[in-house]
């Protein structure tokens, strides 16, 4: 195999920044300050149709990752819900993008607990029995288990009647640890 001048130079531009350390001849990078700008097209991290069979929805979990008291409070719904997004009226293409978003934001302002309102599907009463209902009620759930999402939601579930019941998600999201 032949390394040409492109791939040199590639290597040599990607290697300019490191220095070799006084300490135990340990070669390390200088420390950049990087900022990223995401481009309004780019903004879709992750497949829509992504899915795993893990999930972290409460019933179907075996509580990795979450100490009794954090998870008695969570069930016991004690954490404040500090954000809500209602979805009513959203196509299930508009819903994701806007899932996705409020989830990241939510998650690096440092909010614990929020509330995914979802509706609970239209109760049209027609003959066809093969008419799907409830396309968001079925679908965030996936879409919070996508490997994107599920690095900030450590846990959900649906909350009592009073929150919204089968038609609302109540989500814990881990600590931002950078925050």
Known sequence: ???????KEF???????????????????KEKTISIKAREHQRQYSAKHEYSEYSKFLD?????????????KFKREEFACEAVLDLHGKTENDAFSVV????????????????IITGKGLSVHSDDIFATKGILKKSVPQWLNAPRLRAMVLVYKHPSARLGGDGALYILLRRNKNI
């Open 60 to 72: 179907d979990m075996e509580f990795g990752g979450i100490d009794k008291a954090t998870l008695r």
């Open 100 to 115: 996705e978003d409020f989830i990241v934001r939510s998650y690096n302002a440092g909010k614990r607990c929020v509330i």
């Open 11 to 29: 290597w040599l531009s990607a290697v300019s920044d490191v220095v070799l350390s006084k300490k135990d001849d340990i070669v390390t990078g």
């Open 1 to 7: 195999m032949t390394i040409n001048d492109e791939d």
